[in-house]
């Protein structure tokens, strides 16, 4: 997330997606070591095969990470507008600023066992209770609490 404004009447969001790359980046880093310390001790090497796929499979996804999001509070104009650009198509979202009641972080479990971790999304609350994604997916990380702190701290300016 990069806050490009953040003056009195004015914020402007960028959510690049840089912990989904971080994660990939990781996971390719961990398979790549899991297949060459396999290649290493096994005998004929074939096993290590699973985790170079996976490797490959993660950078794949790490180069067809594209886009990302802008969201522009604007308090003096009484507006709000969201940008998401996921790679492939490119969604607009506009309301007045005047509606917008509060920021959250949803929370849900990865998976339906307890051993998973958590996953959020930021979402934006409106008058009526109509409430606003700012990411297609819930993900892991800090980025969702971050972006919805900075945006708390701005309707609290007011």
Known sequence: MNILENT????V???????KKLALKIFIVFMLGMAIYLFVT???GTIAAFPGVLAIAAYIALKLTKGGNTLTLDR???QIHFVMDDGKEVTEF???????VRAFVS????SSDSTSGTVKCPILVFEGGEEFKLRKHHSAGTQS???????????EKS
């Open 8 to 11: 009195e009447d004015r914020l």
């Open 145 to 155: 609490r971050d972006i919805v702190d900075v945006i708390t701290e701005f309707l």
């Open 13 to 19: 969001i960028e959510d690049t997606h840089e912990d």
């Open 107 to 110: 929370e849900k479990r990865s």
């Open 42 to 44: 096994e005998l004929d």
């Open 94 to 100: 506009n309301r007045p600023f005047s509606e917008l």
């Open 76 to 78: 003096k104009a009484n």
